[in-house]
């Protein structure tokens, strides 16, 4: 049927396939009012059966098309076409207009294996710029997975598919529909998977996974069925990746057990706290622990009854007068059914609680939980000895630290006298001591350069000498103590060896020609001109026209040769 179709809109050129989904085809094409490649998407058209995903989905490409990042596939234009189907029957189609982007997706790139942890944080720091822009736009992806994310060949990110899973979820779809727009339940959120309101966090969990399988080359949980994938969002708690490849840092095991919480508010709360953790864990830092924001109450967050602001608005619904809320409008009083149910209702709350309060209180089973001890100052070994003897795993996590010995814990998280499920790994942030500074290579520059050199690595300035040096350009340097590439710490002291310009000339009287020119040519740098003395024979010097002692670098000599006799 969609084959037939060659002009959307009088405007656009439909071309070959390039790429094929569950409820879409995408084709290359042409715009010909504007003479771009684009790139079109064909929805399927059992999607334009329903009327209310047709005006989501009109709602939602409006939405996208206001985006306009370097990091977001623009939407140029949506609609829908009228076509002929096998059967003779007209049918919509519902169409997109989108940026064409040469590269690839980035679930084929994933296909290959895990990618190096610093490229897979540069591809996730990209995604995450894009989140933070939509969702400060207002609008939530709600499909975030490597097959919605593309590289271009200059390896630029590009996020797709804004809008077009809310259309199909908030819409009368079918069950099936909505799992094929959604993609696998692989990237499911845990309260995506138990049907509860998604908001901006849920695109965070998905990017959480979408990483997890970037450094791990699988995602954090499989099964045989979605619905076995969609329970393990919900009740289990992922492997960290380091598990899986070594070559993960211990922080950025940290960022993605964060960004995989089960618990919304556990999160991270933005794309950009995100982004910031997840930079300070590729540069080798532990990210700092957030406490939540205390403004949930926007578009994109509920408030959170964990919290005070969570409590007082709830208090202030309780205690609101009456004309603060809305008026009945019905007169009439209610009828008989209506105080039937709320005595049954009654009858039943009381039967809950004389239930409850002869209820017997089960044994807590202190054998499946244990305390986080207090471990902050203790060596890691004991640290670690401590944790082992309560049946609590530790994951360390090792940080440059000016103040803390090292090998001495830092903080662990969850934080000491934290009661938790023995299954739970505690995270030990471990000091390695001072910051490790390599001395820089200061040779043959200005002195003063050196030294800016020096102190701008976090070194001091110590003694600057001077000497002789048949190359080396007067005030740079001949030499550093320590050399370049040693192992410093900060603040330690450095000192230099810096030319004075000039060369030692040594007396060459009585010495041969070649004797003298060597010293004077190949080790001072001097030039070296020879004057016959007709006054004595034996050919060696007889005079110089420099005295022993300082001169410039490359100056003229002139020796006097005696006659060969």
Avoid at 37 to 57: E, H, V
Avoid at 78 to 97: C, K, M, N, S
Avoid at 356 to 366: E, G, Y
Wanted: hydrophobic share 40%.
């Amino acid at each position: 049927m969609r084959e037939g179709i060659h002009l959307l809109a009088n405007r656009y050129q439909i071309g070959e396939l390039i790429g094929r989904g569950g409820m879409a085809d995408v084709h290359v094409g042409t715009d010909a009012r504007l003479g771009r490649k684009i790139a079109i998407k064909l929805m399927k058209p059992a999607l334009a059966t329903d009327p209310a995903f047709r005006t989501r989905f009109r709602q939602e490409a409006q939405a996208a098309a206001r985006m306009a990042h370097p990091t977001i596939v623009r939407v140029f234009d949506a609609g829908e076409e009228t076509a002929r189907d096998a059967r003779g029957l007209d049918v919509q189609v519902p169409f997109i207009v989108m940026e064409y982007v040469d590269g690839r997706l980035l679930k084929d790139i994933v296909r290959e294996g895990p990618l190096d942890p610093a490229e897979a944080v540069r591809v996730t720091e990209g995604i995450l710029t894009a989140l933070e822009y939509s969702h400060r736009a207002g609008v939530v992806h709600r499909d975030i997975k490597p097959g919605n994310v593309m590289l271009t060949h200059t390896g630029q990110v590009k996020v797709m598919d804004f809008g077009i899973a809310r259309a199909i979820s908030d819409s009368s779809a079918t069950v099936a529909q909505t799992t094929a727009i959604l993609g696998t339940a692989q990237y499911f959120s845990p309260e995506q998977a138990r049907g509860e309101t998604v908001d901006a966090r849920s695109d965070l969990y998905s990017t959480g996974v979408l990483l997890f399988e970037l450094l791990t080359g699988r995602p954090p949980f499989r099964g045989d069925s979605p619905v076995a994938v969609a329970y393990q969002h919900v009740s289990e708690a992922p492997v960290p990746p380091s598990t899986i490849n070594p070559a993960v840092s211990p922080a950025l095991d940290a960022v993605v057990l964060r960004a995989l919480a089960k618990d919304r508010f556990e999160r991270f709360q933005s794309a950009a706290d995100f982004r910031t953790d997840l930079e300070a864990a590729a540069s080798g830092r532990a990210p700092v622990r957030r406490l939540p924001v205390a403004d949930y109450n926007s578009t994109l967050f509920g408030v959170n009854p964990n919290t005070a602001a969570g409590s007082e608005a709830a208090l202030r619904e309780l205690s609101s007068d009456d004309n603060d809320r809305p008026h009945r409008t019905q007169t009439r009083p209610p009828v008989a059914w209506i105080w039937a149910g709320i005595v049954l209702v009654g009858i039943v709350i009381a039967a809950v609680v004389f239930w409850v309060a002869n209820l017997q209180p089960p044994a807590v089973d202190n054998a499946q939980a244990a305390k986080v001890p207090d471990i902050v100052g203790a060596s890691y070994e004991n640290a670690a000895d401590s944790l082992d003897q309560l049946g609590l795993t530790p994951i360390r996590i090792d940080v440059a630290d000016e103040k803390t010995p090292k090998d001495q814990v830092i903080s662990t998280d969850p934080t000491p006298g934290t009661s938790i499920p023995k299954t739970q790994p505690v995270r030990v942030t471990v000091s390695t001591g001072p910051p490790v500074i390599s001395m820089p290579s200061v040779d043959g520059i200005p002195a003063e350069q050196a030294w800016a050199s020096i102190v701008a690595a976090g070194l001091s300035q110590g003694q600057q000498n001077t000497d002789y040096s048949p190359d080396v350009p007067a005030d740079a340097v001949i030499s550093s103590d320590p050399a370049a590439g040693a192992s410093l710490a900060k603040g330690d002291s450095v000192n230099l060896v810096v030319s004075n310009g000039m060369v030692k000339v040594p007396d060459m009287t009585r010495q041969s020609f070649a004797a003298a020119n060597s010293v004077l040519s190949d080790q001072l740098g001097l030039t070296v001109t020879p004057s016959p003395d007709t006054g004595c024979s034996g050919g060696t010097v007889s005079g110089q026209s420099v005295p022993p002692g300082d001169v410039p670098q490359h100056s003229t000599i002139v020796l006097n040769i005696c006659a060969a006799g």
